[in-house]
């Protein structure tokens, strides 16, 4: 973990809902996936607290990574209004990132509206190390997918209207490839909590380990607050988000 200042390199929104930023990397710690950021939108004291990002990719060579965010409140809006060259103030690598498959398993990713940015990371590592692997993204409708050349070429597009892609959720399309589920499958997800909550019930009904990015508000991203707690099923009885996750083993969380 380092405090920094990173250059931006591009700024674009990518869809009706989504914008992608792609900045300078100065910590030698190399992020993985499902790690995430804190970006202090301001210097001044407006937004108070730093706001976290999931890192969408790391690009060794060029030494730089990847958010993709919604334009939601406030210090998103000013996060938005970055221009490439401004500087913005990061503290990263933060949590716990997922774990990466063996050779020998195949991976199922579920990404749901702003979960995608963790599961692209995660997908590009394993299309990188070569683990057999679909990826599943699930929108509202097709104004709400990112105009993401590698979300197009390695996603499957669910939109709950049917405008794009399978009509229905990302579980909906999850169950109707049951049939390519093996003892060696591990599905890994991010997104709303009810998607993450399915994702879990269908793991558990096929005996295969399940992987979670929980979406959290976080205040301090580092621990000390409290204010990231989830309920899980061991003591004490809770976990921080942003220390002991965000990736969390489904059965570890309460979902009751």
């Given at each position: 973990?380092?405090?920094?200042?990173?250059?931006?390199?591009?700024?674009?929104?990518i869809s009706d809902c989504f914008y992608e930023m792609v900045f300078s990397w100065k910590p030698n710690t190399i992020p993985l996936p499902g790690q995430f950021v804190t970006i202090r939108a301001e210097s001044s004291t407006s937004p108070l607290l730093r706001r976290p990002f999931a890192l969408s990719g790391f690009y060794e060579s060029k030494n730089r990574c990847s958010i993709i965010y919604q334009k939601r409140g406030p210090a998103?809006?000013?996060?938005?209004?970055?221009?490439?060259?401004?500087?913005?103030?990061?503290?990263?690598?933060?949590?716990?990132?997922?774990?990466?498959?063996?050779?020998?398993?195949?991976?199922?990713?579920?990404?749901?509206?702003?979960?995608?940015?963790?599961?692209?990371?995660?997908?590009?590592?394993?299309?990188?190390?070569?683990?057999?692997?679909?990826?599943?993204?699930?929108?509202?409708?097709?104004?709400?997918?990112?105009?993401?050349?590698?979300?197009?070429?390695?996603?499957?597009?669910?939109?709950?209207?049917?405008?794009?892609?399978?009509?229905?959720?990302?579980?909906?399309?999850?169950?109707?490839?049951?049939?390519?589920?093996?003892?060696?499958?591990?599905?890994?997800?991010?997104?709303?909590?009810?998607?993450?909550?399915?994702?879990?019930?269908?793991?558990?009904?096929?005996?295969?380990?399940?992987?979670?990015?929980?979406?959290?508000?976080?205040?301090?991203?580092?621990?000390?607050?409290?204010?990231?707690?989830?309920?899980?099923?061991?003591?004490?009885?809770?976990?921080?988000?942003?220390?002991?996750?965000?990736?969390?083993?489904?059965?570890?969380?309460?979902?009751?």
């Open positions: 973990m380092q405090q920094f200042s990173a250059k931006i390199f591009s700024n674009s929104k998103t809006a000013l996060l938005a209004g970055k221009s490439p060259d401004e500087q913005i103030d990061l503290i990263g690598p933060l949590g716990n990132p997922f774990p990466i498959p063996g050779k020998k398993n195949k991976a199922i990713l579920i990404a749901g509206g702003t979960g995608i940015g963790p599961v692209v990371f995660l997908c590009s590592r394993l299309k990188k190390i070569d683990i057999e692997y679909i990826s599943i993204f699930g929108a509202k409708t097709k104004s709400s997918i990112p105009d993401n050349q590698f979300i197009k070429q390695n996603f499957v597009i669910c939109t709950d209207d049917g405008s794009a892609g399978y009509k229905g959720t990302t579980t909906d399309y999850l169950k109707s490839i049951s049939n390519v589920i093996t003892s060696d499958t591990i599905l890994f997800a991010c997104g709303p909590q009810p998607m993450l909550k399915s994702c879990n019930d269908f793991a558990y009904s096929y005996k295969i380990p399940c992987y979670v990015s929980v979406e959290q508000i976080m205040a301090c991203g580092v621990g000390a607050c409290m204010g990231c707690a989830i309920k899980i099923t061991k003591e004490p009885g809770f976990a921080r988000a942003c220390k002991e996750g965000p990736v969390f083993k489904s059965t570890e969380i309460d979902w009751n």
